[in-house]
C-alpha cells in the first residue's frame, strides 16, 4: 500500500508541476506578483542539465529590469525538496542545485520564475 501511495503521491505532484509548466510564457504573464510566478522557460531561454543534481538555464531576450530565476523539483528518500537558482536581472544564467542527497526531475524539469 505504501507503494502506491508514493506512486499517487509522485503523480499528483507532476500534475501540479505540469500546470505551473503549461501557463503562458510572455514576460508580462511572467509576474510572480499574486501567483507563484513559475512558468515553462520562455523561447528565449535554454536549460542544460549540468548533472543528476543541477541545471542552468540562459535566458538571452529577457526585458532589461526583469528579475528572474530557476526552479527545480528535488525528491529524495528522506527530503522532498525545491530548489531555486540565483537571481538574473535581464539576460543571463541561473543555475539550480538540488541537495546531494537528493535527485532532480530530469530536463524539462526546470522552470522559470519571474520574481518581479
Same mark, same amino acid.
Given at each position: 500500500?505504501? $507503494?502506491?501511495?508514493?506512486?499517487? =503521491?509522485?503523480?499528483?505532484? !507532476? /500534475?501540479?508541476?505540469? +500546470?505551473?509548466?503549461?501557463? %503562458? ?11 507563484? /510566478? $513559475?512558468?515553462? %522557460? %520562455?523561447?528565449?531561454?535554454?536549460? &542544460? ?10 535566458? #538571452?531576450?529577457?526585458? !532589461? =529590469? ?14 522532498? =525538496?525545491?530548489?531555486? /537558482?540565483?537571481?538574473? #536581472?535581464?539576460?543571463?544564467?541561473? =543555475?539550480?542545485?538540488? !541537495?546531494?542527497? &537528493?535527485? +532532480?526531475? %530530469? ?6 520564475? !519571474?520574481?518581479?
Amino acid at each position: 500500500m505504501a $507503494l502506491r501511495t508514493r506512486k499517487i =503521491t509522485v503523480g499528483l505532484a !507532476a /500534475g501540479l508541476l505540469g +500546470a505551473f509548466l503549461l501557463a %503562458p510564457a510572455s514576460p508580462a504573464a511572467a509576474g510572480g506578483k499574486g501567483g507563484s /510566478g $513559475l512558468i515553462e %522557460p %520562455p523561447s528565449d531561454c535554454t536549460t &542544460v542539465l549540468i548533472n543528476n543534481y543541477s541545471a542552468s538555464l540562459t535566458c #538571452t531576450n529577457r526585458p !532589461a =529590469t526583469q528579475q528572474w530565476q530557476s526552479y527545480r523539483i528535488c525528491e529524495g528518500p528522506w527530503l522532498d =525538496t525545491d530548489a531555486y /537558482g540565483n537571481i538574473v #536581472t535581464g539576460n543571463g544564467t541561473s =543555475t539550480v542545485s538540488c !541537495a546531494p542527497y &537528493v535527485w +532532480a526531475w %530530469p530536463v524539462p524539469g526546470v522552470a522559470f520564475h !519571474a520574481v518581479n
